[in-house]
């Protein structure tokens, strides 16, 4: 009998023992990341400081001639209570903006309220009124020059919002405060506002007041510029502004910009105080997806109604969510490797510590970082796009088939994505849906799916202005090491003198998007930041909550950092 080929080579051909151990070690090794698990613990963790160095300490010049003002912004009683009153007054003007209003010209009497906040700035800043040029743009806008010395010095540019979110009215009840009272209780400040952000605009012009009574003259032109309708994205207010100050100013004009953002916080990781400014901002995009079918009578329904449908296609996009992705683009990872880099008290695990620092070249080391990223509900999109179902409605009568249902996916573009591949994936989990029912695909105002048949037809559109991910603000420049350098100053030397490690200032991302979107044509230096300490990156404040508050040391702080600030890059050798 003739064995078969099979039989034959088996026993003729003998493998050597080691060659079978060598196959199964390569298996162990590349088939279980044991390979990439070892060459992440065998680097070395030492040579972080280039991916995020330490600067020293900045103070400004007058810091060191006398000190007395900034510790009275910090400690002086006096100083505070008055503090505590501009504040407090400042909530108790309501400035409560809606969704979707019409521009200012168009309907003059929604944004009249605005006059008793003008009106309160005015009484409360005169000599601000007296010394700045003050310009309004589309009506509201509020726009401060303090014209410097020095021409070759680009303008600095301080912002915040003049409008607060509302307050819904069955949510009264449960203040323990009322919001328009701005009531001190000795540690907090409440209100709508207290903390999103009218803490920032007035801290602002509570700097220039007093930098104004001092007598000060600065070099660098200082531009405040307030919005009036952050809250509704800034379309009828700082879009104006945008404008006006690109008209007036140019493309690349200003030398900075901070708006309202993070602060300081306790990070979980490392246990020490982390400075965050947001130096990038996720995309925005709103999909909404409509679809009609033939109606007719309930009695003799077809097996899907245009209901059952279109909660399929919400399955589908439930079940595919985006894939993360982690690069060097992203200020997560640069805020990681910050932590990494300087874990002054040792306690990142060093496994964790070294994946990490590999990150932005090592594969596995990244999808490490991205599962500890992940695994944090609050920190998860920070590296994915997310996507939220977050309106869906049709149907009319008991007895009668849904003509049109509608459905809208809010979407969160992450930084190395943009709203187009949204678009795109979004059209393709639409066409799966719709061949699997003989539907037709209109997208984006374009005929792509045709079965020229009339049982129905999607119809798929962008909701709203989208928004692509922000411009990341650059680290490797003088702009940022002033930035981390006052902060350092600030709160080390004055807030924390105690403190037994330095404060790092990490990049982050800012998960709402700012004013600030109007103004990427300004700058690339934007920093969405407010720099005082909070006990954790989601506050104690509860914005745009109940009881939304201020812990007011906190006030204190950010008048400090800003009274420091201005003067610090108030040099040419602050310059990029
Ligand atoms: C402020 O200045 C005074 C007088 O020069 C000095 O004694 C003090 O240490 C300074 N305080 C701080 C916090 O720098
Ligand atoms: C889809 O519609 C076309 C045109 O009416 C028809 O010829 C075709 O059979 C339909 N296909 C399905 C799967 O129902
Ligand atoms: C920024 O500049 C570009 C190119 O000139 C222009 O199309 C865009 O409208 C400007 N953006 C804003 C927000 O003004
Ligand atoms: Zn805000």
Known sequence: MIGLPLDEKITSRRVPHFVVSIVILLTILFGTNLFNILRIELSSSSSSEALCPLFEPIAPVSYLKDNSTVLTILHDEDYKQGSIKKLSGAIQVDTQIFDNQPNVPDAPEVWAKFKNFHKYLEETFPIIYSNLEVTKVNTYGLVYLWKGSNEDLKPLLLTAH????????DTLDDWTYPPFEGHYDGKFIYGRGASDCKNVLIAILETVELLLNQNYHPQRSLLLAFGFDEEASGVVGASAIGKYLEETYGKDSLYAIIDEGPGLAIDDLTGTIVATPGTGEKGYVDIEVQLTTPGGHSSIPPDHTSI??????????????????????????????????????????????????????????????????????????????????????????????????????????????????????????????????????????????DTKDNSGVFEVNVFSSPLETAPTTPLNDNVWKHLAGVTR????????????????????????????????????????????????????????????????????????????????????????
Not at 162 to 169: A, G, L, S, Y
Not at 377 to 394: E, N
């Open 162 to 169: 003049q409008d607060v979110v509302p307050v819904q009215k």
């Open 489 to 576: 100053h600030v709160f080390e030397d004055l807030v924390y003198p105690d403190l037994d490690y330095p404060i790092i200032t990490s990049p982050s991302i800012m998960t709402g998007n700012t004013d600030t979107r109007h103004y990427w044509n300004l700058t690339r230096n934007i920093f969405r930041y407010s720099p005082f300490f909070d006990v954790s990156f989601l506050g104690s404040s509860n914005v745009h909550s109940v009881d939304e508050k201020l812990p007011f040391a906190g006030h204190l702080q950010l008048t400090a950092f800003f009274y420091e600030y201005i003067q610090a890059v108030d040099t040419e050798s602050a310059n990029n």
């Open 308 to 449: 059952g449908i279109l909660s399929e296609l919400a399955y589908i996009i439930e079940k595919d969510p985006y894939s993360p992705i982690l690069t060097t683009k992203n200020p997560t990872l640069s805020y990681y490797q910050c932590l990494a880099s300087h874990d002054s008290k040792n306690k990142i695990p060093s496994f964790t510590k070294k994946s990490i620092l590999r990150a932005g070249y090592d594969k596995f080391a990244n999808s490490k970082v991205i599962q500890l990223v992940q695994k944090n509900r609050f920190t998860k999109y920070l590296v994915q796009t997310s996507q939220a179902i977050d309106i869906i409605g049709g149907g009319e009568k008991a007895n009668a088939l849904p003509e049109h249902v509608r459905l809208l996916v809010n979407h969160r573009v992450a930084i190395e994505s943009n709203v187009d591949s949204v678009k795109q994936h979004f059209v393709e989990r639409v066409i799966q849906v719709a061949k699997r029912h003989n539907l037709s695909v209109k997208a984006y105002g374009e005929l792509v799916l």
